[in-house]
């Protein structure tokens, strides 16, 4: 039995590179309206967003190297995005079928670990009725900006707000990094003497990345195998 799932939010839970491209452009105008004259190649359309994302590691080396973001003034966008994000109303979709994976998993404790503005993550997770299956939410803003993911400050972030120490746990992401991420914070865990395991799973069911590219230790292309492979574990 696992002793926590941790879960990434964006394109994981709930599918958001429509909103999240119309939030960057609104981070990017804010920051300096000539970053978008021209507009850059990624943000011209919603395919070429969605790949700018997965070719890069976090968010932090997605504004310098493909939005042009100066890099002394990461942490200045970092702040903006918060505030843009909340002042769009876009409802992102949760994906099909997770709501009734996260039904059949609601006995093991949940949390998010993600780039994404906490507060909106909790708003979105309400709206959709599913808020109260993850007990923590570690978003942007609550780790310092130099320590986003793959670093894995937000997984022991986590871990705490949890109250768990050690234990065997999942990952589930969509994304390369978050597998790199998982064994980082697998690493960090056993550094700080913890006895800790981390499996890592691929979520397929985004579309966005070749799952067989990931190196995960598992790969689900539904929600609803995602529940029966971790009800196995």
Known sequence: MLDAILW????????TPVKNLAVTKAVLFRLDPALLDPVPQALRSLAAYREANYRWNNWRELYVRAFGVPPERLDEAGRLWGPCQLADETLPPLFEGLPEALAQLGSV????????DPDNIRAALAAHGVGDRFAAVVGHADVPFDCQKPHPAAFLACLDRLGIRSGRFAYIGDHAADVVFGRRAQAALEAQGRRASVFCVTAAWGGGVAPEETGADAVARTPAELAELLLRR
Not at 8 to 15: E, Q, R
Not at 109 to 116: E, K, R, T, W
């Open 8 to 15: 990434d939010y964006d394109g994981t839970i709930a599918d």
């Open 109 to 116: 404790p949940m949390g998010i670990c993600s780039q994404n």
